[in-house]
Nanobody, 114 residues
Framework: QVQLVESGGGLVQPGGSLRLSCAASGVISSLNSMGWYRQAPGKERELVAG???????NYADSVKGRFTISRDDHKNTVYLQMNSLKPEDTAVYYC??????WGWGQGTQVTVSS
């Protein structure tokens, strides 16, 4: 059974930074392209960043230049470094394969507010 556990969210002021982690169990994440997704209140879940098996990355236009996705296959963990955070980045952040293959974890709340 695949389990995804996201962590690292919190309350941060505009311009601040956070680093999210996603620990995967029951699956070898290195065999899958992975992605970070987010869902803001009243909005659909959207892909924020993706990383391929080979390490290639892509980002939504709204976060390009501010967010960085990475992976540590030895730890079966995917990260999302978020810098220059804006209030519109406020959402619950989730990880999954790209495209999504497994059930969603509980996510981690990111709130950007002064």
């Amino acid at each position: 059974q695949v389990q995804l556990v996201e962590s690292g969210g919190g309350l941060v002021q505009p311009g601040g930074s956070l680093r999210l982690s996603c620990a995967a169990s029951g699956v070898i994440s290195s065999l899958n392209s992975m992605g970070w997704y987010r869902q803001a209140p009243g909005k659909e879940r959207e892909l924020v960043a993706g990383i391929t098996i080979g390490g290639g990355t892509n980002y939504a236009d709204s976060v390009k230049g501010r967010f960085t996705i990475s992976r540590d296959d030895h730890k079966n963990t995917v990260y999302l470094q978020m810098n220059s955070l804006k209030p519109e980045d406020t959402a619950v952040y989730y990880c999954n394969a790209r495209p999504p293959l497994w059930g969603w974890g509980q996510g981690t709340q990111v709130t950007v507010s002064s």
